[in-house]
């Protein structure tokens, strides 16, 4: 009888000892998984900066474009 409840202990820990590397391995691809949506979002931000330069310079553009419109009328009322 001194043997089931070591052998009880024993099955309880194997059990626990393989859900803890199941646990391991599932945090594992997390990081890796995680890792990738940082480099992906970084990604995005880099294109986000260069559409929003982008923006940028057509709004440059217009304002000018405005400014040769508003002399131009000037010009044709005087």
Not at 31 to 55: F, H, T
């Amino acid at each position: 009888m001194s043997d089931q409840p070591d052998n009880i202990l024993l099955a309880y820990l194997r059990r626990l000892d393989e859900k803890l590397d199941r646990l391991i391995d599932d945090v594992g691809d997390l990081k890796l998984r995680v890792s990738g949506l940082e480099a992906e979002v970084g990604r995005l931000r880099i294109d986000i900066a260069g559409v929003n330069s982008r923006l940028d310079r057509l709004e440059r553009r217009i304002d000018l474009l405005e400014r040769r419109q508003d002399a131009v009328e000037a010009f044709h009322k005087a």
